[in-house]
């Protein structure tokens, strides 16, 4: 109910004439205008009802800190007091904190594989499926070298091995050879150097004098890189032994 001050300011800012009825909301805003010379309306009773439903449960004069804060309803509020000072959200809560600390290891949660110690508790999206093989932590699997799997928290992680032959790094002076079993990557080996030991010396030259008399070839023993294994590929090792050009 209002009364309205002298001069019906109210009265005539409505138009309103004799017996007209308005029911304003909480905001001020009218719910319901209608005369009522003929009665009042049939579900007056509810629609109060359902307006004072509708009043806030706040104190906008709250004193209240400045940071977001997570209500009860998954909402998310700018300051400490949530909705008790009639702040309206701003978002929704998150499951997550983008701001953990987290190591540098790949992670298995819920079965879902994920690139830090924190799982998905810093936001981070999942980057594959966790194997489903059991295993024990600290176990290591490399059964193929170039994709060796080691045991965390109770599931297989695949280890990416990326060799330099792969993205073109050129061996300066020598040849990729093919590695041996349980090995990913192939080894750049110097021109010569038949033992592999990365010097060049007269066992060196032994080695390559066997290769030449078994009639088979040997890229590392092809010095010139001609395709074949002779003579000249013997004298370009004693030249770089004698430091010769």
Request: charged share 20%.
């Amino acid at each position: 109910m209002c009364a309205d001050a002298s001069g019906n300011a109210t009265w005539n800012q409505w138009d309103a004439n004799q017996r007209d009825l308005y029911v304003l909301d909480h905001t001020g805003d009218v719910a319901l205008y209608q005369n009522i010379g003929s009665g009042l309306p049939n579900n007056l009773d509810d629609l109060i009802i359902e307006l004072i439903s509708q009043i806030p449960d706040c104190d906008s004069s709250l004193a209240c800190g400045e940071a977001l804060t997570c209500w009860d309803d998954g909402l998310l509020y700018p300051t400490t007091c949530g909705p008790e000072n009639c702040d309206d959200p701003i978002g929704t809560c998150l499951d997550c904190d983008p701001d953990l600390l987290c190591g540098d290891a790949l992670t298995c949660v819920d079965g879902l594989l994920y690139p830090t110690t924190c799982g998905p508790d810093n936001c981070d999206e999942p980057i594959d499926i966790c194997s489903d093989d059991v295993c024990e932590d600290g176990e290591f699997d490399n059964s193929n070298p170039c994709n060796p799997k080691e045991c965390i928290d109770g599931q297989w992680v695949e280890i990416v091995i990326d060799c330099a032959e792969w993205f073109g790094v050129p061996c300066e002076g020598g040849v990729y050879v093919a590695p041996p079993e349980g090995v990913c990557c192939s080894t750049c080996v110097q021109f010569g150097d038949m033992n592999q030991d990365e010097v060049l010396n007269v066992i060196d030259i032994v080695q390559m004098v066997n290769v030449i008399l078994s009639s088979e070839y040997n890229a590392v023993a092809d010095v010139n890189s001609d395709g074949f294994v002779n003579v000249v590929d013997i004298v370009v090792v004693v030249n770089l032994l004698l430091g010769l050009p």
